[in-house]
């Protein structure tokens, strides 16, 4: 027979989204549970880094600092310097005003995990959920008890099973597929040499998407994402051409590791029933580089907002976070996407002419916008 229990809301998922929502919600009142089918630590493939957004929207929800991550050892670098390459050549360089920030993930989720059991949250590590029923808000565990909420958040990364219990159209389905990247990644210890100084990008040696190179006290990070149906050939040959162009022998890096990646294949309605669906989980990461971490946050936000709105009343919450998720993130999402296709990766055949022109014209536009200090879709706009 079934164990069942209930609460107000129920979390799949305690990546930075899930641990996110979990905290704002336990900080308004109600009974939270999370389940995370691994035990944290947890290792997550990831670069780590973080941009202006994500430092503000930290500072803004928990009153946490970059020095007090640094003190934690969960900021391990930070570096202001860029390059940014076309196959072999240099196109574009330049010194931030506002540093780029490289955390350790597996320490990084764990801190805000932890903050969200002390605001009351009930965690479960090492407990997956297998099934879940968006429509009646119930869960069940693989050691087969039922939760019963009254929502539902699924923050369970891109293989998300709310998400795949959701009724989506195959057309939607065909979109996720599409636009989900294929990544690679691995670490280059810096043995016997000072970090670099810098953190490069390279465009060319993929169509639609770029490898990254990131500095760190210990080790670079080395990685790759792209659109597989845009290239022929596989991942691994790719990066090891990636390797090569940075002169590392593939026998001094660690094995490297693969995860998808969303890269432009966010939901429209990642609300149904009684189920919301928040970062990778509804493909929110920017659709140029590839940034999750500030969207995993900020969609938690605006899904925990429209439950406390909905919560007395007896509204429809995935309404309101529709509605709300399209205003404030979505629309954005959608015209930097456009102009990724236009300007920056359709011309990969004309040798990315469009990411040149506009690193020469404009060479602080493309750092306010992935910093988030500008809206991405105002690139090509006038500024104020
Ligand atoms: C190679 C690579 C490099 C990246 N680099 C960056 C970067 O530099 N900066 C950046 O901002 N973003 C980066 N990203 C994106 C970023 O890692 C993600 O966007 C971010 O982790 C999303 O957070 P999340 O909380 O939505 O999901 P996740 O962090 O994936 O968390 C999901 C959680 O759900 C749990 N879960 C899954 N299924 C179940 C289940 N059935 N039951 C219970 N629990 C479950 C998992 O164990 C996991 O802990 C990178 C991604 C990749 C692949």
């Avoid at 019963?148 to 990364?157: E, F, M, S």
Wanted: glycine residues 8%.
């Amino acid at each position: 027979m079934n164990r069942s229990s209930a609460c107000d809301v129920a979390i799949v998922g305690g990546g930075p989204a899930g641990a996110t929502a979990a905290y704002l919600l336990a900080r308004q009142g109600m009974h939270v549970r999370l389940f995370d089918k691994r035990t944290y630590p947890r290792p997550k493939v990831c670069a780590g880094l973080l941009t202006w957004k994500t430092i503000d929207f930290i500072d803004r929800t928990w009153a946490v600092s970059p020095r007090e991550l640094m003190r934690e050892a969960i900021v391990v670098h930070a570096c202001r310097d860029y390059r940014i390459y076309f196959e072999q050549t240099e196109i574009g360089r330049g010194h931030l005003d506002f540093p780029f920030y490289f955390v350790d993930r597996a320490k990084y989720d764990h801190y805000w995990l932890k903050r969200a059991e002390k605001a009351g949250v009930r965690v479960e590590t090492g407990m997956a959920v297998k099934r879940v029923d968006p429509f009646e808000g119930t869960l069940t565990l693989v050691d087969d008890r039922v939760v019963r909420a009254n929502t539902v958040i699924g923050a369970d990364g891109v293989g998300s099973k709310v998400r795949l219990a959701m009724p989506l159209r195959e057309k939607e389905k065909k979109f996720w597929r599409r636009n989900l990247a294929a990544t690679i990644e691995s670490y280059q210890p810096n043995i016997g040499k000072s970090p670099s100084s810098y953190a490069s990008l390279h465009f060319g040696q993929v169509a639609w998407g770029y490898g990254w190179s990131f500095p760190g006290p210990e080790s670079r990070t080395i990685g790759l994402a792209c659109l597989p149906h845009r290239n022929r050939g596989n991942l691994r040959g790719i990066f090891d051409n990636l390797l090569a162009t940075l002169a590392i022998d593939p026998k001094h890096i660690s094995t490297p590791k693969s995860w998808p990646l969303p890269y432009g294949n966010f939901l429209y309605t990642p609300g149904c029933g009684k189920a919301l669906l928040v970062g990778d989980a509804c493909g929110l990461a920017d659709p140029l580089l590839g940034e999750g971490i500030f969207y995993a946050h900020r969609s938690a936000q605006i899904a925990a907002e429209a439950i406390a709105e909905a919560y007395p009343s007896g509204n429809d919450a995935a309404y309101i976070y529709n509605r709300t998720l399209r205003k404030k993130l979505l629309r954005e999402l959608f015209w930097f996407k456009r102009l990724r296709d236009i300007l920056f990766f359709g011309g990969y055949n004309r040798r990315y002419r469009g990411l040149k022109l506009f690193l020469r014209l404009f060479p602080k536009r493309l750092e306010f916008a992935v910093h988030g200090q500008k809206p991405l879709s105002r690139l090509l706009l006038p500024w104020r």
